[in-house]
Antibody, heavy 122, light 108 residues
């Protein structure tokens, strides 16, 4: 079935870097824009970034600009999030999610992964 | 950035009752690109409504969305036990996508 599976989370010291991955299956990954969304423990959802189906367009929430980089490898059906200079406030569950419409840029999110937890702590 | 404010923060109702959840935007949401999600503990969000009023695949017609401009509503006509969860609205009418802070729907 259509699925997204995230990995790469863990406990990381402040200031270090981490790369999250999201592997897609059972759909044509290269035709959908993709997103990262995070959720701090006990808190609400925060959209983080979007990348277009071909990787040519990217947008970020202001709070992560300059530290986070979204990318994708369509040959591997994989979405990435590079997180640099980690801070305590980056502690959250990170979800990847799919745009609802093929070859659109910025729609509702119809498929979500189960998330990977990032904990920033010394 | 468009700020979404959801009310109430918590809604206490009984199964069979009608739930009305509100989402107010700080500025008009472009082309009514407003969605609603349901999230249960330990699970990712699930898309319920997109484009203000269109139900996502597999969503029962007990769920309905309405509104325009800056004021939007999610209505659940007859609550079932599985409906008690946290609900988020989301606007995707601008390149900076934002979510509301959520409404917790709890069993009275």
């Amino acid at each position: 079935q259509v699925q997204l599976v995230e990995s790469g989370g863990g406990v990381v010291q402040p200031g270090r870097s981490l790369r999250l991955s999201c592997v897609a299956s059972a759909f044509t990954f290269s035709t959908y824009s993709m997103h990262w969304v995070r959720q701090a423990p006990g808190k609400g959802l925060e959209w983080v970034a979007i990348i277009s189906h071909d990787g040519s367009q990217k947008y970020y929430v202001d709070s992560v600009k300059g530290r986070f980089t979204i990318s994708r490898d369509n040959s591997k059906n994989t979405l990435y999030l590079q997180i640099n200079s980690l801070r305590a406030e980056d502690t959250a569950m990170y979800f990847c999610a799919r745009d609802r419409i093929v070859q659109w840029f910025g729609d509702a999110f119809d498929i979500w992964g189960h998330g990977t937890m990032v904990t920033v702590s010394s | 950035e468009i700020v979404l404010t959801q009310s109430p923060g918590t809604l206490s109702l009984s199964p069979g009752e009608r739930a009305t959840l509100s989402c107010r935007a700080s500025q008009s949401v472009g082309t009514n690109y407003l969605a609603w999600y349901q999230q249960k503990p330990g699970q990712p969000p699930r898309l319920l409504i997109y484009g203000t009023s269109s139900r996502a695949t597999g969503i029962p017609d007990r769920f309905s969305g309405s509104g325009s401009g800056t004021d939007f509503t999610l209505t659940i006509s007859r609550l079932e036990p599985a409906d008690f969860a946290v609900y988020y609205c989301q606007q995707y009418g601008s390149f900076t996508i934002t979510f509301g802070q959520g409404t917790r729907l709890e069993i009275k």
